[in-house]
């Protein structure tokens, strides 16, 4: 998976991780930033996707699609397909952007809407990625697990660099008898839950 990336998506990639690096040194604003994973973070996300297990895969907050390519390449390798959501017009715009230029469709379903609107009727979900807006992650958490499957994951970004707003969330993850939970210590955190 990682060793035959195709170099479109390479390439796309590479100018995201430009942007991103830019974004956050020369002053835009936090919601125009993209505001992506870091590279570890994408490998490690797409190495967890292909150990989900049967049933529907999801991202919530797509940005420019950066992490959303990682997941293709997991999709892929596993003959899944994954939906992913973003209710920003600019972030929407260029995700769309990068899956004409990396040829994804196949893999990734892209719906530009609030997640929250269509969590209710996602069901069957074995893995789940949320890097969105850190005020609706509890939100989002309670939409999600009760329509995992057994087995299924969910990885929420921004674990330790946003724990302070976080906190609620992460302790009912730690608290909640439906999943096991931990915190993983790369990128910036990652909550990571596996339904029971």
């Known amino acids: 998976m990682f060793n035959d990336i195709p170099q479109n998506i390479i390439d796309r990639m590479e100018e995201l991780e430009q942007i991103d690096s830019q974004d956050r040194s020369n002053g835009t604003t936090r919601l125009k930033r993209l505001r992506q994973i870091p590279r ?25 699609g950066y992490s959303t390519l990682w997941l293709a390449l997991a999709c892929r390798a596993v003959g899944q397909k994954i939906t992913s959501f973003e209710i920003l017009d600019d972030k929407a715009k260029l995700a769309r952007k990068t899956f004409e230029l990396t040829e994804v469709d196949d893999v990734v379903d892209f719906i530009h809407s609030d997640a929250l609107k269509h969590l209710p009727n996602c069901k069957g979900v074995s893995f789940c990625f949320l890097d969105a807006e850190k005020e609706i992650y509890a939100e989002c958490y309670e939409a999600v697990v009760p ?35 931990i915190v993983v210590p790369i990128g910036k955190g990652e909550l990571v839950c596996r339904k029971k």
């Open 40 to 64: 570890e973070t994408g490998k490690f996300i797409a190495l967890l996707a292909t150990t989900a297990p049967p049933g529907r895969l999801l991202e919530i907050g797509t940005s420019a």
């Open 147 to 181: 329509n995992m499957v057994s087995g299924g994951i969910l990885i929420a970004d921004n674990a330790i660099n946003h724990e302070k707003v976080l906190r609620p969330m992460l302790d009912r993850a730690f608290l909640d008898e439906r999943v096991d939970a």
